[in-house]
T-cell receptor, first 115, second 118 residues
């Protein structure tokens, strides 16, 4: 099946720093990638949708200047949490899909802890 | 906008018991429906999906789900659970067809933690 990887799997950073998370589709070309956030005991909340080569579409309430998304190629999307604060600590999950196939494949997630 | 509700937040069963997890969605148009499973320490995996056709769909590991359009439901079932089924289960929905407007965002339910006792 389709495999999606994320790097890093764990990151601890100081408040005010920026953190970049990578999402890669390993064995297929992903025309669309999605970024989710999962708080403890809650469901996944979609943050943004990105199509290769175009600007990401952010969900309501998600600050696009804080969560920078780049989808430069069909196999790589990055999420940068800028000027991270403790309330940004969460589990960030990406998924990838291909137009015409209405199934998304999920990465293993990245746990971010901001001190 | 679509929404998904899962009424059971935590279910505890003994091995060999039957399982049914409820999922109801709210949306004015046609939808694609999914069940995902997240085993402890692992990422989300697709368990089964319904796009169209036979409303009773079979997935991996003996799971099945039935789409009942009149009830806006897509309940997940398994006749006999095993300890290895201990995981969190998420129901999800995307709009389909004329409502698509491009690739669809997935709306997830809040998840149901299943604990199977040996």
């Amino acid at each position: 099946g389709a495999v999606v990887s994320q790097h890093p799997s764990w990151v601890i950073c100081k408040s005010g720093t920026s953190v970049k998370i990578e999402c890669r589709s390993l064995d297929f070309q992903a025309t669309t990638m999605f970024w989710y956030r999962q708080f403890p005991k809650q469901s996944l909340m979609l943050m943004a949708t990105s199509n290769e080569g175009s600007k990401a579409t952010y969900e309501q309430g998600v600050e696009k200047d804080k969560f920078l998304i780049n989808h430069a190629s069909l196999t790589l999307s990055t999420l940068t949490v800028t000027s991270a604060h403790p309330e940004d600590s969460s589990f960030y999950i990406c998924s990838a899909g291909t137009v015409g196939e209405e199934t998304q494949y999920f990465g293993p997630g990245t746990r971010l802890l901001v001190l | 906008a679509q929404s998904v509700s899962q009424h059971n937040h935590h279910v505890i069963l003994s091995e060999a018991a039957s399982l049914e997890l409820g999922c109801n969605y709210s949306y004015g148009g046609t939808v694609n429906l999914f069940w995902y499973v997240q085993y402890p320490g692992q990422h989300l995996q697709l368990l089964l999906k319904y796009f169209s056709g036979d409303p009773l769909v079979k997935g991996i590991k003996g799971f099945e789900a039935e789409f009942i359009k009149s009830k806006f439901s897509f309940n997940l079932r398994k006749p006999s659970v095993q300890w290895s089924d201990t995981a969190e289960y998420f129901c999800a929905v995307t709009p389909r067809g004329a409502d698509s407007g491009g690739y669809q965002k997935v709306t997830f339910g809040t998840g149901t933690k299943l604990q199977v006792i040996p």
